[in-house]
């Protein structure tokens, strides 16, 4: 079964510095893609970052950043220039098609002004 | 409206009563997806329907849960007998396509069960 590990349950960040926040997973396909949400204290779950396994550019979205080890399984958000409004639960998840997503335990972020 | 949303926002219920919880999709979406949160810890996957059938149901933990979509549209997911352990946010979550292909899932706000 594929599982998603966060080692980090909690960060904290300066505002308008940078944060990276980890994530590793196990699986034996070659085909999937993995996502980052964002959760506030309102719960809805934000798509923040996605990226597909076959391509080996990593994906970029504004301020966010991913990077992806396919060979270490390892897929890290990298947070740029930080602001208050990220402060958040961050979920990273991996989907598989035709599969159910998995989603990590999360990753509490604060963000001090 | 344009989100998924879903209702009740919470819902206090005492050990042994049975409760329904809705979620409306985005408006044509095909997939529909039931997630649920327990404290500090990231969704974990309940059910799934392509369109008005149940294709997946492998994440429902027990028989006293039981989820429906009758029209292909809104769903309900119904937990029968209550339990302590069923305390938990319930999230949905709606895709243009099937599950089989690769896309964005929308979520809604949750429905947070406190069962007593």
């Known amino acids: 079964a594929q599982t998603v590990t966060q080692s980090q349950p909690e960060m904290s960040v300066q505002e308008a510095e940078t944060v990276t926040l980890s994530c590793t997973y196990d699986?034996?396909?070659?085909?999937?893609?993995l996502f980052w949400y964002k959760q506030p204290p309102s719960r809805q779950m934000i798509l923040v970052i996605r990226?597909?396994?076959?391509?080996?550019q990593n994906a970029t979205e504004n301020r966010f950043s991913v990077n992806f080890q396919k060979a270490a399984k390892s897929f890290s958000l990298k947070i740029s220039d930080s602001q208050l409004g990220d402060a958040a639960m961050y979920f990273c998840?991996?989907?598989?098609?035709?599969?159910?997503?998995?989603f990590g335990a999360g990753t509490r972020l604060t963000v001090k002004p | 409206g344009a989100g998924v949303s879903q209702s009740p926002r919470y819902k206090v219920a005492k050990r042994g009563q049975d409760v329904a919880l809705r979620c409306d999709p985005i408006?044509?979406?095909?997939?529909l997806f039931w997630y649920q949160q327990a404290l500090g810890q990231g969704p974990e996957f309940l059910t799934y329907?392509?369109?008005?059938?149940?294709?997946?149901k492998s994440g429902l933990p027990s028989d006293r849960f039981f989820a429906e979509r009758p029209e292909g549209s809104v769903s309900t997911l119904k937990i029968q007998r209550t339990q302590q352990e069923d305390s938990a946010v319930y999230l949905c979550?709606?895709?243009?396509?099937?599950?089989?292909?690769?896309?964005?899932?929308?979520f809604g706000p949750g429905t947070r069960l406190t069962v007593l």
């Open positions: 979550a709606s895709s243009p396509t099937w599950r089989g292909s690769y896309n964005e899932q929308f």
């Open positions: 699986t034996s396909e070659s085909d999937y893609y």
């Open positions: 990226q597909e396994a076959y391509k080996q």
């Open positions: 998840a991996y989907h598989r098609a035709g599969n159910d997503m998995r």
């Open positions: 408006s044509g979406h095909v997939s």
């Open positions: 329907f392509q369109n008005e059938a149940q294709l997946d």
